[in-house]
């Protein structure tokens, strides 16, 4: 009976912890030299906007985005700069966003995997866009 009490005390409690994970965001995604600042501006909004993104705060440079999954949400900074398009994370509702007692920033698992489908899909997008340039 009380090895079946702990196991029903750690297993939720396991899951819990293998909730969050660092929060790490993904690298910057490379503008093709051919595309112009205002072009890449363009493409960041509608790659968003595709990937069922709100759109918040858009300046020259810098466009804040807020996600929602079901009861989660992400807002993260997207800035055009140097050649790059780099995400920051900002806030967060419902992805156990925290800093451990070793200061590590932790967050959901599933955060990684959001933001590597943006940057994977901004991608695409830029390299479809070279596709349209003529040559």
Same mark, same amino acid.
């Given at each position: $009976?009380?090895? *079946?009490?702990s %196991? ?5 409690? &396991? *899951?819990? +912890? $293998?909730? &969050?994970? =660092? ?9 093709? &030299? &051919?595309? /112009? ?7 960041? %909004?509608?790659?968003?906007?595709? !990937? @069922?993104?709100?759109?918040?705060? @858009?300046?020259?440079?810098?466009l ?5 999954? %079901? #009861?989660? /949400?992400? #807002?993260?900074?997207?800035? +055009?700069? @140097?050649?790059?398009? /780099?995400?920051?994370? +900002? ?10 007692? !070793?200061?590590?920033? +932790? ?16 991608? !695409?997008?830029?390299? *479809?866009?070279? *596709?349209e340039? =003529?040559?």
């Amino acid at each position: $009976m009380k090895r *079946l009490i702990s %196991r029903a005390v750690l297993v939720p409690l &396991a *899951l819990l +912890l $293998m909730a &969050a994970t =660092p929060l790490v965001d993904p690298p910057a995604v490379d503008v093709p &030299a &051919a595309i /112009s600042h205002k072009e890449a501006m363009t493409i960041l %909004r509608k790659t968003l906007i595709h !990937r @069922d993104w709100t759109l918040l705060k @858009d300046s020259a440079n810098e466009l804040d985005a807020k996600l929602n999954v %079901r #009861t989660h /949400s992400i #807002t993260v900074r997207f800035t +055009l700069g @140097d050649g790059k398009v /780099s995400f920051k994370y +900002l806030d967060s509702v419902n992805m156990d966003h925290k800093v451990d007692r !070793r200061g590590t920033t +932790l967050i959901h698992r599933k955060y990684a995997g959001w933001m590597n489908n943006v940057a994977t899909a901004l991608n !695409r997008e830029f390299q *479809l866009a070279m *596709l349209e340039k =003529p040559h």
